[in-house]
């Protein structure tokens, strides 16, 4: 073999070894010390320790968010032994979080988990942000007049993202587990449901100025039905 044929051979012997250690190192890639790994360059998903949300349902899973109306200067209706709402509306929240995070149906997240104020947009935009399958802003109602007003109200805003399906099973389920005058699903235009972009229902569980409904509201048995009552809303809503 000539000088050049020695050279041609050499430099194709390079180009082999080159091929071999690179497809080596592809291999190394998808062993069982990386395995599934995929570089950030050649995928479109979620770099490693990136919490991207996904579309809601994923993995058997329904994002609920539940978000206790008022909170920090904003305290929302006085009751009527004088206790506030924004107290009340966290309870609830609290045990309507609980129940749902022991489903493995439902993947709960809450609008705020102590006293602070929270701007109505910001409630919507948490749910919005989740791409969630569901907004439960929950409230106590108030009325100021001679008469007594009492009963639970559910609204929603828009017709037909499910909001209203959603907001009858919950009002109905409220109403028959609290046994409270049905005063109705009504259609409003509330700031946290109108610039919700997923289905959002406001349930106004009681009247805090009545005192029969606030004792209810207020004790440990009524809050309970009341989580259980929505809890179970929205296992219909979904199991449908």
Same mark, same amino acid.
């Given at each position: 073999?000539?000088?050049?044929?020695?050279?041609?051979?050499?430099? +194709?012997?390079?180009?082999?070894?080159?091929? *071999?250690? @690179? #497809?080596? =190192?592809?291999?190394?890639? $998808?062993? %069982?010390?990386?395995?599934?790994?995929v570089?950030?360059?050649?995928?479109?998903?979620?770099?490693?320790?990136?919490?991207?949300?996904?579309?809601?349902?994923a993995?058997?899973?329904?994002r609920?968010?539940?978000?206790p109306?008022?909170?920090?200067?904003?305290?929302?209706a006085?009751?009527?032994?004088?206790?506030?709402?924004?107290?009340?509306?966290?309870?609830?929240?609290?045990?309507?979080?609980?129940?749902?995070?022991?489903?493995?149906?439902?993947?709960p997240?809450?609008?705020?988990?102590s006293d602070?104020?929270?701007?109505?947009?910001?409630r919507?935009?948490? +749910?919005?942000?989740?791409?969630?399958?569901? *907004?439960? @802003? #929950?409230? =106590?109602?108030?009325?100021? $007049?001679? %008469?007594?007003?009492?009963g639970?109200?559910?609204?929603?805003?828009?017709?037909?993202?499910?909001?209203?399906?959603?907001?009858?099973?919950?009002h109905?389920h409220?109403?028959?587990?609290?046994?409270?005058?049905?005063?109705?699903?009504?259609?409003?235009?509330?700031?946290?449901?109108?610039?919700?972009?997923?289905?959002?229902?406001?349930?106004?569980?009681?009247?805090?100025?009545?005192?029969?409904?606030?004792?209810?509201?207020?004790?440990?048995?009524?809050?309970?039905?009341?989580a259980?009552?929505?809890?179970?809303?929205?296992?219909?809503?979904?199991?449908?």
């Amino acid at each position: 073999m000539g000088k050049s044929g020695k050279v041609a051979y050499f430099m +194709a012997t390079l180009g082999i070894i080159f091929v *071999l250690l @690179s #497809l080596g =190192g592809v291999i190394t890639l $998808g062993s %069982e010390g990386n395995a599934g790994y995929v570089h950030p360059f050649l995928s479109s998903g979620p770099s490693a320790g990136e919490d991207k949300p996904v579309p809601g349902g994923a993995e058997g899973k329904y994002r609920i968010v539940i978000d206790p109306g008022h909170g920090g200067k904003d305290p929302g209706a006085t009751s009527a032994s004088g206790k506030e709402e924004k107290d009340f509306t966290l309870a609830l929240a609290q045990k309507v979080y609980e129940l749902l995070r022991q489903d493995p149906m439902f993947e709960p997240t809450l609008t705020r988990t102590s006293d602070e104020f929270i701007e109505l947009e910001d409630r919507s935009k948490v +749910a919005n942000d989740l791409n969630a399958d569901a *907004l439960i @802003s #929950l409230h =106590g109602n108030t009325y100021e $007049g001679p %008469e007594t007003v009492s009963g639970t109200e559910t609204y929603y805003n828009n017709e037909g993202d499910g909001s209203h399906e959603l907001a009858k099973d919950i009002h109905q389920h409220l109403i028959e587990a609290l046994g409270f005058r049905d005063r109705g699903v009504r259609q409003e235009d509330w700031k946290v449901l109108r610039t919700s972009e997923v289905p959002a229902v406001l349930a106004e569980i009681g009247f805090l100025t009545n005192a029969e409904n606030e004792s209810v509201l207020l004790s440990e048995a009524g809050q309970d039905k009341a989580a259980h009552a929505i809890v179970e809303a929205l296992r219909e809503y979904f199991g449908k």
